[in-house]
């Protein structure tokens, strides 16, 4: 077991001009996970006091240059080692270094701020971050979906399939779907099965599921059938957004899950709570819930998450404001952005549809979409059974998200629905993110 794991500096808090063997492991392990320390001699000098404030800027970690308890906390939880940093050699080209890793030059280029032409000098360094990349599929996607797969099986880490639903008692009904399911394991990729709630639309279904007992009960019943016979390696709970007084329920659920099976990632996707009297109304604490999973989706793949309550679209800063927020409870090495490649229709709830359905319907109709202040596209339809406004994911919002991610240095991202979206949405991935394998 590494040394890191069980390191506990109590009280104690490392400096610059410390020394000792716990010096060591701070620098072994930040030497690990692609920090540049120097030397490792159990010395806090110079070049370990850079790499300690790279890596609380990384985490959003105060930057205070000293390695306190929150800071080995960090250390022992950011397990994956998601950042590499490579020192140019001499006649090293950026294509020489996109065909090494397996990434895209304009990756390269747009993580290191570099310019369209750059210049490399031997000796340079270049830091290189992989981020996990999830498509998700609803329950009959289709061929269309498994050709999108295929095409781009470079740029994703693992799929999350739906077809799982929670029933009105809490069972867990439904399957995955084979041929897809066979398509991740030949690609290696991370299987997820994705539980979503039921036909009825009723949002405290799946989050019942795990906050009623009798229900409970039931819930875990069909997922250990299932799970013993390897139907898939890891488990999202799209619970979506919560009713008031569902929060303490949900994490006492989850706590339950993980006791019942602490060899089963999970992931929660929840929405940005309310702030004030909406959030303490909710009486969750997403701390707590991200403690009781292994990944916290923020769940903005989710139309009624992301649009306001006239169908508003989001800005730049109320996007972030999300992302930050969820940040400062949540260890950012936990956080997954749910981001959507969909469209949907504006009501009182907002109906998902497909991308290409919306600018199929749009087509019929000779009405063009036209993007808002937020780069969102926008369109209304008076005919027909189709009429309505519709909002669509535009590529200025689809980048800002990306980029948000990357910045904030969250787990990655979670692409929904997979399978009729733009494909120029992929292009996007490509030139921003570099896919976490294996």
């Known amino acids: ?44 000098g110079y070049l370990t006091e850079d790499a300690l404030i790279e890596f609380q800027r990384d985490h959003r970690l105060r930057v205070d240059k000293i390695a306190g308890p929150r800071v080995m906390a960090a250390l022992a939880a950011a397990a994956p080692q998601r950042r590499i940093v490579h020192e140019v050699r001499p006649g090293e080209r950026l294509s020489d270094l996109a065909q090494k890793y397996g990434l895209a030059v304009d990756a390269i280029r747009w993580m290191n701020h570099l310019p369209s032409r750059p210049r490399l000098v031997a000796g340079q360094r270049l830091v290189l971050r992989s981020s996990l990349v999830l498509a998700g599929l609803p329950r009959n996607a289709g061929p269309q979906a498994e050709r999108t797969l295929v095409a781009q099986r470079r740029t994703l880490s693992g799929v ?26 030949r690609q290696r990729w991370r299987l997820t099965a994705l539980v979503m709630h039921g036909e009825k639309e009723d949002e405290s279904d799946l989050a019942g599921a795990l906050a009623r007992r009798k229900a409970r009960r039931r819930f875990f019943a069909g997922l250990k059938e299932r799970w013993e016979q ?53 009486d969750l604490d997403d701390a707590r819930v991200a403690e009781c999973a292994d990944h916290f989706l923020l769940a903005l793949h989710r139309w009624e998450c992301l649009l306001g309550k006239g169908g508003e679209t989001p800005g730049r800063d109320r996007m972030e404001k999300w992302v930050a ?82 910045r904030y240095r969250l787990a990655g991202v979670y692409l929904w629905p997979a399978g009729l979206e733009d494909r120029r949405f992929w292009d996007m991935v490509v030139r921003r993110l570099w896919a976490e394998r294996g």
Do not use: H
Not at 25 to 31: D, H, I, P
Not at 245 to 255: Q, V
């Open 325 to 406: 927020r969820a940040t400062r409870l949540i260890p950012p090495w936990k956080v997954i952005l749910g981001i959507p490649m969909g469209a949907c229709r504006v009501s009182d709830r907002p109906q998902e549809v497909g991308y290409r359905a919306a600018v199929t319907a749009a087509l019929s109709c000779r009405v063009r979409p036209k993007a808002d202040a937020n780069g969102f596209l926008r369109f209304r339809l008076d005919e027909g059974d189709e009429r309505g406004e519709y909002v669509l994911m535009g590529r200025e919002p689809f980048a800002r998200m990306l980029a948000l991610a990357y």
């Open 1 to 44: 077991m590494p040394p890191w794991i069980n390191f506990s500096l109590g009280r104690r808090r490392l400096r610059r001009g410390d020394k000792g063997e716990d010096v060591r492991r701070l620098q072994e392990r930040l030497a690990s996970l692609g920090y540049d320390v120097g030397e490792i001699d159990g010395r806090f």
């Open 230 to 282: 390897k139907e898939f390696g890891a488990l999202l709970l799209d619970v979506g957004t919560l009713a008031p007084g569902w929060g303490r329920p949900l994490r006492e659920g989850l706590i339950q899950l993980k006791r019942e099976f602490p060899q089963l990632p999970v992931t929660v996707a929840l929405g940005p709570l309310g702030e004030g009297w909406r959030g303490w109304l909710a």
């Open 160 to 185: 999350a399939l739906g077809g799982l639903v929670t029933g009105p008692g809490g069972e867990l009904e439904g399957s995955l779907d084979p041929a897809l399911a066979e398509l991740a394991k």
